[in-house]
């Protein structure tokens, strides 16, 4: 059997063994909401994980092919590059909404409409050959259709827990094996799809499960009881400017920032600046909350979450290199034994879905032992972790280099050691950071951060 086929098959079955066994261990335990949540943000992570994998081989090998390597490589890199940076500020945006109109049910349905949008036009472009321009939009549609969706689905399952309530981690993490989960399966089908049989369908995989995450969510929502709503419901449907309710105005405004998006994306020069600006007036919003905070115990935690947020920055920032250079490392120089490089993007949520269970009861020991790291420190072993895993390519690199075979392909092991470490960084990093937003930050600006 084809090698890459098999890995999907292997795959598919170990997904459908293992899920079962998270949901059925859990179940009494936690709110049912909580499995609404589990399914439709793994379904949201399986659309977004699959067209990550094969998005920037997809513009090296087919939309710019007729550049020189070089020339597509800088291309790519440079719009991989804006594309990710305005999918980490957009939710900035969506985040405001959904805490002072929208409210969190609305935010996460919009969100995923606009990005199954987004990866169906993506599809379209790359089986009908439409060149740059509808590539850019479908760029634009995921990336604000992830502004309204991802700050707001982790935000919302908090509102399940009080902020004492010891099951709070507990929680993220079922909710963040979830995530991994969609992100395992997603690079095995769309990257399988793309490379093997056509690029168009490891997009429209993408696209029909964003689909079946917005269609779970949309119909389970009787289990959320009151939670989520707009917060107030009747001035957000009531006619407000031009006729015009909130509700429908940001969906105008929605889709009339689709060619900005798309312009800022191709250019990402002018991005760079932007976000650089941007992220400047985040940071002083947010300082400027905590010390205007009525509570001052809330301002404290509020400067201790913006010491956090830069370090998360730069952890993430590292890690989001697997999508781009290092995909492009793995494609050219490195043996995958029959692979391909878009399905090695499954190795770090399988890690993941494996040693989860192994930290959460490190952690749960250490507390019982009231030796549990604090927060920054297990901020910084998730860094230091990250350093680590590029020390370990750099070492497969080098172990080529100079070698009498000037073709010879960097070990597979070199990789599986990186993400090793990458992922167990994430895993001291990563579910405390989605905690932690929900315990420091004011209630006012939860979906903001």
């Known amino acids: 059997m084809d090698f890459a086929l098999g890995l999907l098959i292997f795959g598919w079955v170990f997904v459908l063994i293992w899920v079962p066994l998270v949901v059925y261990s859990q179940r009494k335990m936690h709110p049912e909401a909580l499995f609404t949540l589990f399914f439709a943000e793994l379904w949201e992570r399986f659309s977004f994980y699959g067209m990550r994998a094969i998005l920037i081989l997809y513009m090296t090998k087919v939309l710019f092919d007729q550049m020189a390597q070089g020339e597509a490589d800088a291309r790519a890199y440079g719009i991989y590059g804006a594309y990710n940076a305005l999918l980490y500020a957009s939710p900035l945006i969506g985040g405001i909404l959904a805490d002072r109109i929208m409210g969190f049910r609305h935010a996460v349905i919009t969100g995923g409409i606009f990005m199954a949008l987004g990866q169906f036009a993506l599809a379209t472009t790359a089986g009908n050959d439409l060149g740059e321009t509808p590539f850019f939009l479908g760029l634009a549609l995921l990336t604000i259709g992830n ?3 991802k700050p707001n689905i982790s935000s919302f399952l908090g509102t399940f827990y009080d902020k004492n309530d010891t099951r709070k981690d507990s929680a993220f993490t079922i909710f963040y094996m979830g995530i991994n989960i969609g992100a395992f399966l997603a690079p095995l089908t769309c990257g399988y799809l793309a490379q093997r049989v056509d690029w168009s369908l490891g997009f429209l995989a993408a696209g029909l499960g964003m689909v079946v995450g917005v269609f779970v969510f949309w119909r389970n929502m009787r289990k959320f009881g009151e939670k989520g709503m707009p917060p107030d419901p009747a001035d957000y449907r009531a006619p407000w400017q031009f006729g015009l309710s909130k509700q429908v105005l940001i969906i105008v405004a929605s889709l009339a920032a689709i060619p900005v998006f798309s312009l800022l994306i191709n250019a990402e020069v002018v991005t760079d600046y932007i976000l650089l600006i941007g ?41 989001e290199q697997a999508g781009g250079s290092l995909n492009i490392l793995a494609d050219r120089y490195v043996n995958l034994h029959g692979m391909e490089a878009s399905q090695l993007q499954a190795l770090n949520p399988l890690y993941i879905i494996l040693l989860a269970p192994v930290f959460s ?85 939860v979906g903001f951060v």
Do not use: C, N
């Open 279 to 319: 992220g400047l007036g985040v940071i002083g919003y947010l300082l400027y909350t905590s010390l205007t905070a009525e509570d001052k115990e809330e301002g404290q935690r509020m400067i201790v979450f913006i010491f956090l947020f830069f370090f998360h920055m730069v952890f993430w920032t590292l890690f």
């Open 361 to 445: 009861w490190i952690w749960t020991k250490l507390g019982q032992a009231k030796r549990e790291p604090r927060t920054p420190i297990k901020f910084f072993l998730g860094l230091l972790q990250m350093a680590i895993g590029y020390f370990v390519i750099v070492w497969g690199i080098r172990s080529v280099i100079g070698t009498a075979d000037a073709g010879t392909l960097i070990p597979l092991f070199f990789l599986l050691g990186m993400y090793f470490f990458h992922t167990t960084g994430e895993l001291s990093l990563s579910p405390v950071g989605l905690s932690v937003v929900t315990k420091l930050s004011p209630a006012k600006v």
């Open 147 to 149: 502004g309204f969706f």
